[in-house]
Every structure is written in C-alpha cells, then in structure tokens.
C-alpha cells in the first residue's frame, strides 16, 4: 500500500472514531458528558502517532511522533483535568509536554533511523527534566548552580551520534562539551555548599559524579583498538 493511501486510511479511521465517540455521547451519556470532549484530542494525537509505528517499512512516517506523542499527552491531561476537575494540575502537568516532545525525538530517531534527532531529543529532554523537578520542589532558583547541564545536554546527544556513526570527530566534540560541563559544576559545586536547602546541597555533586562518570566511558570508548604485534 502506498504512503499516501495507508495515511488516507488512518486519518479516516480516526476521523470516524471520533464521529462516532461524539454522537455517542451526545445521544446517551448523561448531561456531564461534555466532560469527555478530550478524548477527542486524545484519539487525533493516536492518529498521529500511529503511522510512525511504520516508520520501520516507510522512514518518513517515524517524523509522526514528533507532533504525536505531545498531542496524546495533552489529551490525556486534559481527559484528567476534564473528568475531576483537577485543572491544578496543569501547574506541574505542564512540564510532561516537553518530555512528550522529547520522547518524540526518541522514537522517531530510532524508526526513521537517524542518529542526529538523538541531539534534539537530549536538549529538550533534559531541560524537560529540570523543568519537572524544578515545577515538583519549585526551585526554580537551582538553574544559578545547574545551568551546565545545557553543555551536558549537547554533549549527550552528540555522544550518541558519535557512537551511532562510529564517528571519532564527533566523540571528541562530545567529550569537549562534557568536559566544559564537568567544570561548570565543579565550580557550582562549590556555591552549593552554602546553599540552605538540602535538594540542592546534593544535587550539584550528583550531577559531578554524572559528568564524570560520562567523560570516563567517552575515554574509553575513544581509545583505539590495541593493534596485534605481527610475527617477523
């Protein structure tokens, strides 16, 4: 079947799920059905992700989970907040949008087959995850002392490219950036001790024990195999 015909077939599938879910409900669930009109993005955003499950026959559909995976997760929010009247939630719920998008990045660089998406998906995924701790523990005050971690981000990403491509220049520019990261929070590190909250008393060296525990697997994966001596 061709691309076009198969996207052709899924649009219209989902186009009628949710036809069917709102005459449904407007013909017999009760008056506080209207409770359920997310689940109308929660079926468009599994429209689109779907396709790029075929990502493996035609390439270009693994780019689906890009818009996909975001567009589900903030259904399924919003189906929550819409059913217990939690819209708090959003106040922290937030910050699942842009792991959504990196999650997103993920698996269309492994359908698509493109190591390079990995450094999109290392940028916005980390940042997603300082914005989520900085949303539970509203330390939002913490990027003072953990802003290398944007270096640590790149350096991640470009890490895995170079081992995806078995490329040495690009394992080297990974290791310079994590370097810069490591003494970024050498220094931060310091700066934490006088810190008064105790998450922040330990999140600096953790993240030092994490940079440093990188640049030794980045030294060893850069090392050359050890050549046989050869017999005169």
């Known amino acids: 079947m061709k691309p076009e015909k198969l996207f052709n077939l899924i649009a219209g ?4 799920s949710i036809g069917v879910i709102a005459l449904a409900g407007n013909l017999f669930l009760a008056a506080n059905a209207w409770r359920l009109w997310p689940v109308i993005i929660v079926l468009a955003g599994v429209g689109l992700t779907f396709p ?56 269309a660089a492994i359908f698509m087959r493109v190591p390079g998406l990995a450094i999109p998906a290392f940028i916005i995924g980390i940042n997603g995850l300082m914005f989520v ?7 939002w005050q913490s990027w003072a002392v953990l802003w290398p971690i ?4 790149v350096g991640l990403g ?12 690009v394992k080297t ?29 330990f999140a600096v060296p953790i993240m030092l024990l994490v940079t440093g525990g990188l640049l030794t697997v980045t030294y060893f994966l850069q090392r050359s195999p050890t050549t046989p001596p050869t017999a005169e």
């Open 13 to 16: 599938v989902t186009l009628l």
């Open 52 to 107: 790029g499950f075929l990502g493996f026959v035609h390439r270009g559909f693994g780019a689906f989970f890009i818009p996909g995976i975001p567009v589900l997760t903030t259904g399924l929010i919003l189906l929550y907040a819409s059913m217990t009247n939690h819209w708090e939630v959003w106040a922290v719920a937030w910050t699942l949008e842009i792991l959504a998008l990196a999650l997103g990045f993920v698996m």
């Open 133 to 139: 701790f900085c949303a539970l523990t509203g330390l």
């Open 150 to 153: 944007e270096f640590l981000a």
């Open 158 to 169: 470009l890490l895995v490219v170079g081992i995806a491509n078995q490329s040495t220049g």
């Open 173 to 201: 520019a990974a290791s310079i950036l994590l370097t810069i990261a490591g003494g970024g929070f050498f220094l931060t590190a310091f700066l934490s001790i006088f810190n008064t909250n105790a998450i922040m008393k």
